[in-house]
């Protein structure tokens, strides 16, 4: 009697390799950081989250003492404080957020990757730099089984995820809130990003966020 094929686990989209040389001034702010904080994480963060998922969350990049400490998307700074308790809050994502890569958490059908893989000087890649990141962003979006849904969090991640599917940005605007249905078939929901300062100056409020993942979880419920 033969036995049952067993699916193979979904292959992991390619990441920005250990020690990635091709931003020289990411890569001379990383050597500092090393020398700085010995301990640290200090390389390309990795994405979170099954392969498989059909959310996809899009951020800028690592933060300093985020994910360039810790090593995991939004996990060490302000803006993880935003993003993981609403997917807790609609099921996106199971377990106990305490800021720390061992805390156990895990995501629930969805994925967090990053425009730029490396932590960029005041978190701000220059456009070049984001150019030449999109490549590892191209088959987050495009490869295997791609996301359904994609939440973009501020203006450069949504621009990023377009370039990714070859769509240019000017098509479909950025705006908190705003809603494409992309030529892919994939949906496409912008928020401000989740950062300290926006969240200080009253641009984003956790309420404010919590609609739009609202909105994601729905479309995922949906199987957009």
């Not at 705003?178 to 100056?201: D, F, K, M, W």
Request: hydrophobic content about 40%.
């Amino acid at each position: 009697m033969s036995r049952p094929e067993v699916a193979a686990p979904p292959e992991a989209p390619p990441e920005a390799p250990r020690g990635c040389p091709l931003c020289p001034r990411l890569v001379a702010y990383r050597q500092e950081n090393r020398a700085k904080e010995p301990s640290w994480f200090n390389d390309p963060a990795p994405s979170f989250g099954d392969p498989d998922a059909r959310l996809l969350v899009v951020g800028l990049a690592p933060g300093r003492q985020g994910a360039n400490r810790t090593g995991r998307p939004f996990t060490g700074d302000y803006a993880g404080e935003v993003l993981y308790p609403a997917l807790l809050a609609h099921g996106l994502a199971r377990g106990r957020f305490t800021a720390d890569p061992e805390d156990g958490l895990e995501l629930v059908g969805a994925r967090i990757a990053n425009a730029v893989r490396c932590v960029a000087p005041q978190n701000k890649p220059t456009p070049a730099e984001i150019a030449t990141c999109n490549r590892f962003l191209v088959p987050e979006l495009t490869a295997g089984a791609p996301p359904r849904v994609i939440l973009a969090l501020g203006r450069v991640a949504h621009a990023a995820a377009l370039r990714a599917l070859g769509i240019p940005a000017s098509r479909f605007p950025f705006g908190h809130g705003a809603e494409h249905r992309l030529p892919t078939g994939q949906a496409l929901i912008a928020s401000y990003h989740t950062s300290r300062y926006n969240v200080n100056t009253g641009v984003l409020t956790p309420a404010m966020f919590d609609v739009v993942v609202r909105r994601a979880a729905a479309l995922v419920a949906e199987g957009v």
